[in-house]
């Protein structure tokens, strides 16, 4: 399996930006389409971002304009770069591969995103 680490949530205030990172382990993550979930309290785990193993992303229409899923395969790394952050845009953000398979990775803690004033 792959092991994948978020980092980069935390506190601000809506309107302002935030970059999620995430680290992944050995040479899958390289060929494998990856994506950005998220999980608001009470709600399903939902898709956002995902991007193709080359580079092509694709977004929901909630986050299309104001989010931007990237990756360096060399660095095994993938970002989502997040502005004009909303109060609903509050949940934990995941990273793994889309589809999700488990063979694949299990889901990491994610990290947490609050929008507040």
């Known amino acids: 399996q792959v092991q994948l680490v978020e980092s980069g949530g935390g506190l601000v205030q809506p309107g302002e930006s935030l970059r999620l990172s995430c680290a992944a382990s050995?040479?899958?993550?390289?060929?494998?389409?990856m994506g950005w979930y998220r999980q608001a309290p009470g709600k399903q785990r939902e898709l956002l971002a995902a991007?193709?193993?080359?580079?092509?992303?694709d977004y929901v229409d909630s986050v299309k304009g104001r989010f931007t899923i990237s990756r360096d395969n060399a660095k095994n790394m993938m970002y989502l770069q997040m502005n004009s952050l909303r109060p609903e845009d509050t949940a934990v953000y995941y990273c793994?591969?889309?589809?999700?398979?488990?063979?694949?990775?299990?889901w990491g803690q994610g990290t947490q995103v609050t929008v507040s004033s």
């Open positions: 793994n591969s889309v589809p999700y398979r488990q063979s694949f990775s299990s």
């Open positions: 050995g040479r899958l993550f390289r060929i494998s389409n």
């Open positions: 991007i193709t193993s080359d580079g092509t992303p």
